[in-house]
């Protein structure tokens, strides 16, 4: 079974969600969330209905054991078997951490994750990827600072202040996954990945995570089709990675940097690499006659 379908397996079992042919939504997926840097505003958000309630999407601690027993692979016994500092997910993103990450395990790289909360988001990755990786977290919040244990590092600061980034990025990089779950503004996110993303090293991947905050006004400035919002930006993304085939500006490095753009429900997961102009050949049976 190939990476996605794995995946989508993974999502299935683990969320008792339809067979690919079934209709029904997948339910009740567990909670992943931070807190929101500044005032949240609803000017010029579009028309809609209220953001869908919290509580909709979540399940019991007292699941986690249930959850432990049918774990299906390392990344799900880690986090569903978290012993420390509280660390909440989303149940599917489990399958797609597992898909894009595992090659990492056991390595050198450096890791940044944007969005400390309370510090067990860290620890679950140093159990999971390991001793040797560099595993730095930045958060806005100063008592973030208190909530993490050596090897793993934790500077203060904000997510869209580049001087703080860069200095981050000139300290432990260049990071070769970069994990954004910080305050789910879409112009925080934009202002990370304006400033992170042409420092991660090529062949690492960026994440964007919590995509569905875009949706959600109250708190994070969201609206459906709102301009501004990271889902918005990701559409730019994919028209700029085409961009070899259409005469418009870009606005990003998707064209030339961009090898690969994995979209699931509340997660993007964006591949660099050197990208050489796309070319196309017919061949037949008498070119190869020599």
Known sequence: MGGLARVRSGIRRRLG???????APLTAPVMDDRLSEGAASEAGAMDAPDDIPWDTFVLPSSDAPGLLAGAANDLERTFFGNPGRPVHKWLHYLPV??????RFRDTEFRMLEIGVWKGGSLDMWRRYFGASATIVGIDVNPECAQ???SPNVVRIGSQDDPDF????????????????????????????FDV??????????YVIEDLH???????YD??????????EFLKDVMDDLHGWYHRHDTSTPARDWISGMHLYDSIVVLDKAAKAPPRNIEVHATDLSG
């Open 17 to 23: 969600g339809p067979t690919p042919n079934a209709a």
């Open 97 to 102: 951490y597992d898909a894009h990450f595992s």
């Open 147 to 149: 909530v993490v244990d």
């Open 165 to 192: 980034l860069r200095a981050v990025d000139a300290e432990f990089g260049p990071f070769d996954l970069i994990l954004d779950d910080g305050s789910h503004h879409g112009r925080h996110q934009r202002a990370s």
């Open 196 to 205: 992170l993303f042409p420092q991660l090293a090529d062949g690492g991947i």
């Open 213 to 219: 905050t875009s949706y959600w006004r109250d708190l």
């Open 222 to 231: 969201g609206g459906y089709r709102r301009p501004g919002t990271a889902i």
